[in-house]
């Protein structure tokens, strides 16, 4: 079970756990429906207005690390990098390859919103008293399997959409 107490600290802590919670729910709503429909487009606008409140949130949390930002903060520019590189070509014309741009972003920003979510959950939940180097090797064995849902979830999209992504 998940102690809120654990997690959120603040109103921008609860912002950023609410956020999250959305973005993790329209991610998965993105990544399995169907897609290139109203309602895929519309999720994925909640999905990305989640996705840009939880970046900007964790800028001001700092509870994590005794007050000084943490790797959780280097992360916040490749996940909006990634959210650019994915919405950029939906929103500004369609672009040579602008389709597989889009499922190049989209899935690395979700699956890395998932990859934060889980390395978060186990390090506020499980990692209590673990030492730097133990925390350090978990996270690395938390998030290799979200680095192979991306790499799995581009080459999936881009077979199946291959006669579209010009």
Excluded: C
């Amino acid at each position: 079970m998940i102690d809120l107490s654990n997690w959120i600290h603040s109103t921008v802590g609860g912002v950023h756990v609410f956020a999250s919670f959305t973005g993790l729910a329209a991610g998965a709503w993105v990544i399995i429906g169907k897609k290139g429909t109203k309602l895929h487009k519309y999720t994925g606008y909640a999905f990305v207005t989640s996705l840009l409140l939880v970046n900007v949130s964790a800028m001001f949390i700092y509870d994590f690390n005794q007050g000084s930002p943490s790797v959780f903060h280097l992360l916040v520019p490749v996940s909006l990098f990634f959210l650019a590189f994915g919405m950029y070509p939906m929103l500004f014309g369609k672009k040579p390859r602008a389709l597989n741009r889009h499922i190049i972003g989209m899935s690395a920003a979700v699956y890395g919103l998932y990859a934060a979510g889980a390395t978060e959950y186990f390090v506020r939940e499980i990692a209590q008293g673990l030492s730097p180097s133990q925390l350090i090797l978990y996270s690395f064995l938390i998030s290799v399997p979200f680095a192979v849902a991306i790499t799995v979830s581009i080459i999936y999209f881009q077979k199946k959409f291959k006669n579209r992504l010009g």
